[in-house]
């Protein structure tokens, strides 16, 4: 299995547990009935189900992505879902859109636009605007923390300042490039009525077989690569909290209890 591979079903197993959390977000927009947007970045197109379902069946999701491989699973997705006439999917880099300007009536972008990115925000978000019809919204919005080992707090913040995943969102990057300060991005990019907002997901005991799974998954895509700067210490007890196989597998707790966020940064494009 290619690392692509892995990603791709990391996503799929991961999405019981992401997908009301966005779902929530997708309503805080309010995106009018019937309108038409674009999913910046749209991976394997699971938000975009998500967003067709906020717009009704007269609205129309344009999805996005650079990955061919990420596309032809989003592809099957779409289809098995019965959207495919609402529905249509792109391969392009959300840096140079290939639409026209004024094409949609807003544009959405999750765990993409601004997280993490090597590339500066202002121009990123100027180019979703310039596809945006004037009084149209443009979204951003990524998962911002966690707390899914309860009692092991400490740990958990050592693991979260090494972690793999959020290495590239911490070195190397002005503290004005992430992903949190991004209400300012949207003011220094012209939009109007910038505004965040902060959604949480918690899941407790008894835990369904779907979350079950998606939080082992959710641990080997923060922790399971072991990085230089982890202690042996931490690092053993990872393994012994993390492990399904260990006799001390956080998740088998009676009284286990996490959560995360998504923050969203959303503005709108002048007229």
């Not at 590339?119 to 923390?145: C, D, F, M, N």
């Amino acid at each position: 299995m290619t690392d692509t591979d892995t990603y791709i079903q990391q996503l799929a197993e991961s999405n019981p547990l992401r997908e009301p959390t966005l779902r929530e977000a997708i309503q805080a927009l309010q995106l009018p009935q019937g309108s038409r947007g674009l999913d910046a970045g749209c991976g394997i197109g699971l938000p975009a189900l998500l967003l067709t379902e906020a717009v009704g069946p007269a609205g129309h999701v344009t999805g996005l992505d650079i990955s061919a491989e990420f596309l032809l699973h989003a592809k099957e997705i779409v289809n098995k879902s019965g959207l495919s006439e609402q529905i249509s999917l792109q391969e392009g880099d959300v840096n140079e859109l290939p639409f026209d300007d004024d094409t949609f009536d807003w544009v959405w972008s999750s765990d993409c636009v601004g997280y993490p990115t090597s590339e500066e925000p202002l121009p990123l978000l100027r180019e979703l605007a310039r596809v945006v019809k004037p009084g149209g919204s443009v979204a951003i919005l990524a998962w911002s923390s966690q707390q899914l080992l309860p009692g092991y707090s400490l740990l958990e913040a050592r693991l979260n300042a090494t972690c793999s995943a959020l290495i590239p969102c911490v070195k190397g990057k002005r503290s004005e490039s992430h992903f949190v300060r991004a209400l300012g991005w949207f003011r220094q990019a012209g939009f109007e009525e910038p505004t965040a907002q902060t959604f949480t997901g918690d899941v407790y005991a008894p835990l369904s077989e779907d979350i079950r799974a998606a939080l082992i998954t959710f641990f080997k895509m923060l922790w399971e690569e072991p990085q230089p700067e982890v202690s042996q210490e931490d690092w053993a007890e990872y393994q012994r909290l993390c492990q399904p196989e260990s006799p001390d597998f956080i998740l088998n707790l009676p009284d286990y209890y996490a959560f995360f966020t998504y923050s969203m940064f959303w503005g709108k494009v002048p007229r």
